[in-house]
């Protein structure tokens, strides 16, 4: 797990086959940084930042996670495609939790 300037960089080892589109692929389970609410979207009513089967970026955002009203954004360290959500909006995480796979 890695802190740098309020970014969160934390992934496991890689996970266990999953099916993406009919295809088997390597799955990476990303964990929750630290304990907190795990929130989709910057804000009630906004889009998620990303949805299952969704491209993701090295830096891309793909939640925030609240611990006493501070924001810590959850960033991508990898590219690769957003295939399952563990948690749902708004869901209580602790830390370690699975939040996302990423292929």
Do not use: W
Not at 19 to 46: C, N, W
Not at 48 to 65: H, R, S, W
Request: contains cysteine.
């Amino acid at each position: 797990m890695l802190f740098l300037r309020g970014y969160v960089f934390c992934n496991s080892p890689p996970g266990e086959e999953r099916s993406l589109d009919g295809r088997d692929v390597m799955a990476k389970t990303i964990q929750a940084p630290l304990p907190g609410t795990f929130y989709r979207a910057s804000a009630p009513g906004e889009p998620p930042f990303k949805l299952e089967g969704d491209t993701v970026a090295v830096g891309d955002t793909v939640g925030l996670i609240e611990v006493m009203k501070s924001f810590t954004p959850v960033v991508a360290e990898e590219a690769g495609t957003l295939i399952a959500f563990h948690v749902e909006n708004e869901d209580a995480v602790m830390a370690g939790q699975p939040l996302y796979d990423l292929a």
